[in-house]
């Protein structure tokens, strides 16, 4: 009897065929996630390029408005100069609209289009330049880049002044001349300045531009002639003198107590004496008093800010309307002779009413002194903070301004601080002292 062999066949294992089907599906959800990774990286690439182009465009728009500014602060001279071709002087600064399409020679990939907007300032030689720059960015968006900044109107051929030892005599000021002379004094281009007493006043004083010094008394001239519209040739009846400038102005306030900020009530009536100490046989200190408010109206160039006569129009100016702006106040101007090498003065310099009275009634009023302690001694003891009486002048003293209160309040004191001739809008305290009666 035969024994039946083991059969040899064998059976694959359960679930093997299940196992391969696995595994493709697998490598098909692989490449799905692959092919969806560089689907993605192929559309951010538009997006990092646009975006890095726009940053270009951006940083493009920036330098030509910086070139604009820079370009501005270049200028040569202060005035136009028929012998200087191709200088842009600084009074020729003006608004405009232009596009470019090249930087420092170079091809930019977009049209940008450049605005430049001044304003003049009516109160100080400063422009206001608002520079713009727009363009259209890849994607069709508005984009624009815009820097603001002031141009002042300070002469070039000073810009090494600093470098100059400070012993020498040289001219200090942006209009090449003492700084000791107003900023308001019209430069003759012959080594004086001059200056009205008054917006119309007939009487205009001379100065020498190195000294500071009053050297002329000029009169007869036309009241309707604004100061920078003088010149040489207008000075025709003038008188020599020697003497030093002295001006400020003189503001009222009737609140209680007083508010020396906004001391901008009606101006009364007034003049200013100066009585010297020192020289007995020297001709009397002359002053001119006159009383102002300050007004803004609007021109072709664009705002202006201007002090005028108190009673004056718009038709006085040779404009259709203007908007008062509350200041008010009286301004003075006094010329005080001197002699002798030093040219030196000493004295006190007193407000004389006119149809009121000095004293400590309610009926009455006193004058305070604006006062600054600009060395920071503790104490009023220079010229140019106003004391009660001056000693030993020997230059021009400006903003020695006095405050007119009701005779029963006190003269009001606070941190001392300069206080600008013209605008004291900007200040936040002032000190004063009790000067009369």
């Keep these: 009897m035969t024994t039946p062999r083991a059969s040899s066949l064998t059976f694959?294992?359960?679930?093997?065929?299940?196992?391969?089907?696995?595994?493709?599906?697998?490598?098909?959800?692989?490449?799905?996630?692959?092919?969806?990774?560089?689907?993605?990286?192929?559309?951010?690439?538009?997006?990092?390029q646009a975006h890095g182009d726009l940053s270009r465009q951006r940083s493009e728009a920036t330098?030509?408005?910086?070139?604009?500014?820079?370009?501005?602060?270049?200028f040569a001279l202060l005035q136009a100069?028929?012998?200087?071709?191709?200088?842009?002087?600084?009074?020729?600064?003006?608004?405009?609209?232009?596009?470019v399409e090249r930087l420092n020679s170079a091809a930019l990939n977009t049209v940008f289009r450049l605005t430049r907007q001044i304003e003049d300032s009516s109160s100080a030689r400063l422009k206001a330049a608002a520079v713009s720059v727009a363009w259209t960015a890849r994607d069709g968006?508005?984009?624009?880049?815009?820097?603001?900044?002031?141009?002042?109107?300070?002469?070039?051929?000073?810009?090494?002044?600093?470098?100059l030892p400070p012993s020498l005599r040289?001219?200090?000021?942006?209009?090449?001349?003492?700084?000791?002379?107003?900023?308001?004094?019209?430069?003759?281009?012959?080594?004086?300045?001059v200056l009205k007493t008054g917006v119309a006043s007939t009487i205009a004083h001379v100065f020498d531009n190195l000294s500071a010094q009053v050297t002329q008394r000029c009169t007869d001239l036309p009241s309707d002639l604004a100061a920078e519209q003088l010149s040489a040739s207008d000075l025709t009846q003038c008188r020599e003198l020697r003497g030093r400038w002295l001006s400020g102005t003189v503001r009222f306030s009737n609140a209680s107590p007083p508010n020396p900020q906004e001391a901008n009530d009606s101006p009364l009536d007034l003049t200013l004496s100066v009585t010297l100490t020192d020289v007995a046989d020297a001709a009397s200190p002359s002053c001119s008093t006159e009383a102002l408010k300050t007004v803004q109206y609007r021109t072709a160039d664009g705002l202006r800010r201007e002090a005028v006569p108190l009673l004056a129009t718009p038709a006085s100016i040779g404009v259709a309307e203007w908007l008062e702006l509350g200041e008010r106040y009286v301004a003075y101007q006094c010329v005080v002779p001197i002699r002798g090498a030093a040219g030196r003065w000493s004295g006190r310099s007193d407000i004389v009413p006119l149809g009121w009275s000095l004293g400590t009634t309610a009926a009455d009023h006193q004058v305070c002194r604006y006062t600054a302690d600009l060395d920071r001694s503790g104490a009023i003891d220079r010229n140019e903070e106003h004391p009660p009486a001056y000693t030993a002048v020997d230059r021009t003293l400006q903003q020695q301004n006095f405050l007119v209160i009701r005779g029963d309040q006190r003269c009001p004191e606070s941190t001392a601080m300069r206080i600008e001739t013209r605008d004291v809008a900007g200040a936040t305290a002032f000190s004063t002292a009790q000067h009369q009666p």
């Design 12 to 48: 694959p294992r359960r679930g093997a065929h299940r196992q391969r089907g696995v595994t493709l599906i697998e490598a098909l959800l692989a490449f799905l996630v692959l092919a969806g990774g560089v689907l993605s990286m192929a559309k951010l690439q538009p997006h990092l």
């Design 63 to 74: 330098r030509i408005a910086q070139e604009d500014i820079e370009s501005l602060r270049a």
């Design 81 to 99: 100069d028929a012998a200087a071709s191709g200088v842009t002087p600084y009074e020729r600064i003006a608004t405009v609209t232009s596009t």
């Design 141 to 163: 968006s508005p984009q624009r880049v815009a820097l603001d900044s002031v141009v002042a109107g300070e002469n070039p051929a000073l810009a090494g002044a600093l470098t």
């Design 170 to 193: 040289t001219p200090a000021s942006g209009y090449a001349r003492s700084p000791g002379i107003p900023a308001s004094a019209k430069t003759l281009g012959d080594g004086r300045s």
